[in-house]
């Protein structure tokens, strides 16, 4: 029989092989294999331990089991640590000590302030355009990273932030795929569905002369247009993904489960910085429908859809389409019905409260800054003398001031905040002088490039005149709908609602900030992965 020490000491020099032998990989997709197997070695060890371990009673077995928990833990982690702080082959990337060693650190900052974006702006501040954000986790502020992280072409595949739901690529919406061949087969299909945009033009005409008229109703009374902002973005999506009416705007409220989805929003953002908690959670029976009733909302919307639709007739919204594509049998169809229910509930999330917030902080800013304001109302005169009757989207789709203010407002407040997470090839990635090696996960982080003042003049001012000379915005360091095979499918789609009901609401009303408070708005947007916003209280008196 070995003596206590030995014991102790074989137990952390196992935790130091397994700490070498999970550092190839994502072990982190076998979390709930691992654990279970060492949930039974535990209750083996108990059991055995009374004649094989030198101890006598159940209790002195389970001590002794615990002793021995704790030396491989210890050796377990405190070689990931070394390994990580000294030998990782990313140690020579500057970066705070905490983001080197563990996610826990974007997890903990993410809980503290929600403001991941700002935070990591502040890195690179520090530590210059390369910066160790994670373990293996690296933020390139540069824009030659732009194409060689997301492309077109790019080898780079979605990283690990993208498995949160399932690893099982069968039942994946499109927006998680990570593999490049599987993610561009399904592209196909839906590529199909949002050209169709025609036939969007109408709901998203209906549900912008709708938002119009409710902002008349409060008689330029102050009113949260964070809120309408969103009721109306989630009513235009859920039309065009889903073919049905949420009803929102007509009431101003949101529903409960999407009440319940803000609720849950910083729980959500904090888990997803640690990507295999939430999907180790979800396989938890039951768990995954209590936390998210607007997924299962979704889930359900479809389910009705699918046994009213007409084999054979024209699709008239997104999910259509895929749904045809599916009964086809079309190799680009989703694989199962749970990937199909998914891309539904994705898609209107990824659609609304991006669109949302883009529009929002768009009147923040036309309210901060009335010069601006006038001008782009002196210019929607010129084109509709008599307002809103004289109003067509065919006019303001090319209107190149509104397009102006809009992408300033996507520059100083991208929807998505963040730097999105692609993998490395196993070669490695060449970004300039720099070589990151394979299988990292690397991000160019989007909130602190377009805010860069070695590629916009005055970089925090919100100056729409600058896009007249840049032109083309390809140009310039500007991703807030990403870039190359997975950019933003619906951007065509969020243009359109953009246009429509931004132009339409500077026709016909001067906005301004309920009082000077409002001013605290900027700055206060949590990065959520999609920004999240707090109310934001705007007058709107009618100009004619
Ligand atoms: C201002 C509005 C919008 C912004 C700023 C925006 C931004 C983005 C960004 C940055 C991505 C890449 C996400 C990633 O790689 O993780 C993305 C993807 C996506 N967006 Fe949008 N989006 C907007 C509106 C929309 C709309 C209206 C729709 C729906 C029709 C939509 C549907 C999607 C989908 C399905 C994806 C996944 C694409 C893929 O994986 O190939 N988005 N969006």
Redesign the pocket.
């Known amino acids: 029989m070995e003596s206590t020490a030995t014991q102790l000491l074989a137990s952390g020099a196992l935790g130091v092989f397994l700490s070498l032998a999970v550092r190839q990989g994502e072990i982190e997709k076998h979390l709930v294999t691992l654990l279970a197997l060492f949930a039974l070695a535990n209750v083996f060890l108990v059991v055995w331990a009374p004649a094989n371990l030198g101890t006598t009673t159940i209790p002195e077995a389970l001590v002794r089991v615990l002793q021995l928990d704790g030396a491989l833990m210890t050796g377990l982690f405190g070689n990931i640590v070394l390994y990580r702080l000294f030998f990782h082959r990313l140690r020579n990337v500057p970066g705070p000590v905490g983001a080197r060693i563990s996610r826990f650190y974007a997890g903990y900052e993410t809980w503290k302030h929600a403001q991941m974006h700002r935070h990591v702006q502040s890195l690179h501040q520090q530590y210059g355009d390369v910066v160790r954000i994670g373990p293996r986790e690296v933020s390139i502020c540069r824009p030659s990273a732009i194409r060689a992280i ?1 492309g077109p072409p790019t080898r780079c595949t ?1 990283g690990p ?2 498995d949160q739901i399932t690893h099982d690529n069968t039942k994946k ?5 990570r593999d490049l061949k599987l ?1 561009s087969q ?2 196909r299909v ?1 590529d199909l569905g ?1 050209k169709a945009i025609h036939q969007y033009q109408a709901p998203v005409l209906d549900k912008s002369k709708l938002l119009v008229a409710k902002i008349r109703e409060q008689q330029a009374q102050p009113m949260d247009i964070t809120n309408w902002m969103s009721c109306f ?1 989630f009513d ?2 859920g039309k ?2 889903l073919g049905t009416e949420l009803g929102m705007l007509q009431t101003g409220q949101k529903s409960a489960e999407l009440q319940q989805m803000d609720a849950s929003a910083r729980s959500v953002a904090v888990t997803g910085t640690i990507p295999w908690l939430p999907s180790m959670l979800l396989q938890i029976p039951v768990l995954g429908e209590a936390l998210n009733p607007f997924r299962v909302f979704c889930h359900n919307v479809l389910d009705e859809k699918r046994k009213t639709m007409t084999k054979g007739s024209e699709p008239k919204d ?1 999910i259509s389409w895929l749904i045809q594509a599916q009964e086809k049998g079309d190799p680009s169809a989703a694989y199962t019905d749970i990937a199909l229910k998914d ?1 539904a509930w ?3 999330i ?3 409260d ?2 949302a ?3 929002t902080n768009a009147v923040f800013y036309l309210a901060a800054h009335p010069a601006v304001q006038t001008k782009l109302q002196q210019k929607l005169d010129e084109l509709f003398p008599h307002g809103l009757q004289d109003w067509s989207y065919d006019s303001v789709k090319d209107f190149k001031y509104l397009t102006y203010v ?1 992408n300033e407002t ?1 520059r100083l407040k ?3 905040p963040g730097g ?3 993998v490395t090839p196993p070669q490695g990635l060449q970004v300039d002088d720099v070589h990151i090696p394979g299988d990292v996960v690397v991000s160019v982080p ?1 909130f602190t490039i377009q805010r860069d003042e070695r590629y916009f003049d005055q970089a925090d001012q919100f100056i729409p005149e600058r896009w007249e000379s840049i032109g083309n915005s390809a140009n310039v360091p500007f ?4 870039r190359g ?7 065509g ?3 359109m ?2 246009r429509m009901a931004l132009s339409m609401i500077v026709l016909e009303y001067d906005i301004r900030l309920a009082d000077e408070a409002q001013r605290g708005f900027d700055g206060k947007e949590l990065d959520n ?2 920004q999240e916003l707090p109310a934001l209280w705007t007058t709107f008196r009618a100009r004619r």
């Not at 991703?479 to 990403?482: D, G, L, R, V």
């Not at 095979?485 to 951007?491: I, L, N, R, S």
């Open positions: 997301y979605k932030w993208y919406a499109m927006l998680g795929l993610h399904r592209r839906w949002v973005a235009v999506m065009i993904v997104v891309d994705v898609a209107i990824a659609g609304s991006t669109t917030t883009a529009m809009i996507l991208p929807s998505v999105l997470a692609r989007t991703i807030p709908f990403s095979v997975y950019d933003c499918v619906g951007k789609i969020a243009w609602e953009m992965f999609v």
